[in-house]
């Protein structure tokens, strides 16, 4: 049994380091054709000064969709026989549109179809940076609107290799790039497959030792060992590279989308890892059998043919290189608190980061060795009151203290992992309260950037209703004025008197609502940003530069502005109030949604190895209590016995090692300046533990009872 249950952990850790490692492949892919399709797409703009005739005009805006922001790019073809942009079919006539096959999903009401004006087709796959890009092509209905809208326009081609790959536009990598994602799939998916390793190779451990010091005694080489341990672990090192690699290899002609955060990866894109994944088969291979061997084989000469006893307990350097890791820690996190919290590529955020990551892999013995004087104090009261359970149960743990450091490591490494996730997750919860105390008039108001002569100004506000609409002008200075209609401008408060010409705010208004404190105070985050004047008509000097447009219809309201926007309006901004910072925290909250998904695999795995290491301690247990069985056969005893070896050190693995990752936690929020630990998270995770680690030692116990009454004495 002992023997199934290590080839079983050997594949299970085979198949889970190469998916392991084919994700970076995966993720260099990916990042690899997006930064291609990227630069591929992107205009190469006409310097001020070249006179040379433009291919075409390009201009770019941002564009909201329930409060998520995508790009809105304005073109107009300036030679008949110019090539479309990449992913297109055709340039759009004037007055069309065409949208990414995710925006139109996101669509479900079809308004974007319809906002732009007339819908020409979705934009290709070839031409997106990621299939889960939001993304728009539009030619104005008024080509010349372009030439107003005062940016350098003129492209004379497409693939700009200056671009940068953290490029601006939306996507559903959030603009992250391929470090981000390395780094995040290191810490939550690395870091437990590397404990899974550490497991899965020691599992079964003892009887290999036995059977190596059998080996010693007929005075075997090391090479004969090596072959031997070898032999054991290829057949199941074998069937994790094939399985393993079936499953990697299929998506590379299957497209996979990624729980949690939708998002889809093409096939097209993971085909060209294909020669790494080959390469990375046979690498994983020839590591698993690697570790398998160096952690079993002895390294020291063994003097004479007398097999010698073999030790399970743990070793020095793992508890002085944790407590080296903690004064870095320490170090790291004091320098950046006092700092106020630092930026993530920040020198003490990167020590921080190294010492966290060598904390939490040395913590499961750091916290094993605390079973030590608990071992020890179980085996001298049992001794002391004649309790058999505490007295056997105490002194396997005396004995085997490393088997308890790998049966705690996925629990202790867990419980870092969803501690940390969960802190990731409330710095994107701090930043989204800020946004949301920002927008403190959600859809009421509505904000419209243009540059636009007069004649345009005033069929956008006649359009829209002259009651609800007011232009903003500005000056060389900066100085604002709101121009509209009385009845438009008590949108803000109550009118000493409907004034002629233009007056300063304070002077025209007796009081002003919750709208007009807002907006004059830039909370609304509106246009508006100063005092203005208030009047009828646009003052001297001024030019107007947009609109706020009162809105009580809701949602529906705010998309049939944007559409009259469009239709009337040369290259218009529109929002709601607050909606950019509302944006920032959407696509923040996005983001750490990859962080979920990562993660909560990285915790399938840990659970993978807490299974495994339970299983092969009380498989251990059971073969050690044989004997016993010929005396006394109760329940009882056994069950007893059991919950020491299993039960105490789970729990105190939960309970110490909980502790630990809290400190570690809080410390992490004090690099950055902000985030804060989840205690209830913390304290549930640990009480989950708790009764895992008591189900798991009855379950143990009573296949103890049981197994103990058919065991017979066999030679070794």
Same mark, same amino acid.
């Given at each position: ?26 993720? =260099? ?77 996101? =669509? ?15 934009? =290709? ?275 085997? +203290? ?20 969960? *802190? ?21 108001? *509505? ?77 609304? +985050? ?191």
């Amino acid at each position: 049994m002992t023997a199934l249950t290590h080839r079983v952990a050997l594949a299970s850790a085979t198949i889970v380091a190469l998916l392991s490692g084919w994700l970076f492949i995966a993720a =260099d892919a990916v990042f690899t054709a997006r930064d291609a399709r990227i630069v591929s797409r992107e205009p190469v703009f006409l310097d001020r000064g070249d006179t040379s005739a433009p291919m075409a005009k390009w201009a770019e805006r941002g564009d909201f969709h329930h409060d998520s922001q995508f790009i809105v790019i304005n073109v107009v073809p300036q030679r008949a026989d110019a090539p479309p942009p990449p992913g297109l079919p055709r340039w759009p006539a004037p007055g069309e549109a065409f949208l990414s096959p995710a925006l139109l999903a996101a =669509d479900t009401d079809g308004e974007l179809q319809q906002r732009y004006g007339r819908f020409a087709g979705e934009i =290709d796959a070839d031409g997106l940076a990621e299939p889960a890009e939001w993304l728009v092509y539009l030619q104005p209905t008024d080509p010349t609107w372009l030439d107003r809208s005062g940016a350098e326009t003129r492209i004379s081609g497409f693939g700009n290799p200056q671009v940068t790959p953290l490029t601006y536009r939306t996507s559903g990598l959030s603009g992250r790039t391929a470090h981000d994602m390395y780094l995040l799939m290191l810490l939550v998916i690395g870091v437990p497959t590397l404990v899974l390793i550490a497991v899965a190779v020691r599992s079964g451990a003892e009887q290999r030792d036995r059977r190596l010091a059998m080996l010693d005694a007929l005075g075997a080489p090391a090479r004969a060992k090596s072959w031997v341990l070898a032999g054991e672990a290829g057949l199941p090192v074998a069937v994790g590279i094939l399985l393993g690699g079936v499953t990697a290899a299929l998506t590379t002609v299957v497209d996979v989308t990624v729980p949690f955060v939708d998002y889809r990866v093409r096939s097209v894109d993971l085909s060209a890892g294909r020669p790494a994944l080959a390469l990375l088969a046979v690498g994983t291979a020839m590591l698993m059998l690697a570790l398998t061997i160096a952690a079993q084989l002895r390294r020291r000469a063994v003097q004479g043919t007398r097999p010698r006893a073999v030790t399970a307990r743990l070793r020095t350097w793992p508890r002085v290189v944790f407590a080296v890791a903690v004064m870095l820690l320490a170090l790291a996190t004091w320098s950046a608190a006092e700092a106020g919290g630092v930026y993530p590529n920040a020198l003490q955020m990167r020590v921080f980061q190294a010492a966290m990551l060598v904390a939490i892999l040395t913590l499961p013995a750091a916290v094993a060795s605390l079973a030590v004087p608990v071992a020890r104090f179980a085996a001298r009261t049992g001794r002391r009151r004649g309790w058999p359970a505490a007295l056997i149960g105490g002194r396997w743990l005396l004995d085997r +203290s490393a088997a308890i450091a790998r049966m705690c490591a996925a629990v202790v490494v867990g419980l870092a992992v969803l501690t940390f996730l969960q *802190v990731y997750l409330n710095q994107a919860l701090d930043a989204g309260t800020w946004s949301a105390q920002r927008q403190l008039l959600g859809d009421r108001i *509505v904000t419209v950037r243009a540059n636009n002569p007069a004649i345009e100004a005033e069929r956008f506000t006649t359009t829209l209703g002259t009651d609800r609409t007011v232009r903003v002008a500005t000056d060389r200075n900066n100085n604002q004025a709101l121009v509209g209609t009385c009845e438009a401008l008590a949108h803000l408060g109550t009118l000493t008197t409907c004034m002629a010409t233009p007056t300063p705010a304070p002077a025209a208004y007796r009081t002003f609502n919750t709208t007009g404190d807002a907006i004059r105070s830039g909370a609304a +985050s509106t246009i508006l940003w100063t005092d203005p004047l208030v009047g009828p008509t646009v003052p001297n000097g001024y030019q107007i530069v947009g609109f706020l447009v009162f809105n009580d219809e809701g949602i529906s309201g705010v998309q049939a502005i944007a559409r009259t926007a469009y239709a009337t309006l040369a290259f218009p901004d529109v929002h709601t109030s607050g909606q950019y910072s509302i944006s920032g925290a959407v696509d923040q909250a996005h983001l750490y949604s990859w962080v979920w998904a990562f993660g909560l695999l990285g915790v399938l795995v840990l659970a993978l190895t807490t299974a495994i290491g339970a299983i092969d301690t009380f498989l251990l247990q059971t073969r050690s209590l044989g004997p016993l069985g010929a005396m006394y056969t109760r329940r009882r005893l056994y069950t007893a016995i059991a919950q020491w070896n299993i039960t105490v050190p789970l729990i105190l693995a939960g309970v110490v090692g909980g502790a630990a990752v809290a400190a570690l936690g809080y410390a992490f929020s004090l690099t950055r300046g902000f985030g804060r630990l989840s205690w209830p998270l913390l304290t549930g995770s640990v009480l989950t533990v708790t009764i895992t680690a008591i189900a798991l030692g009855l379950l143990c116990g009573e296949t103890a009872s049981r197994a103990v009454r058919r065991w017979r004495p066999t030679a070794d």
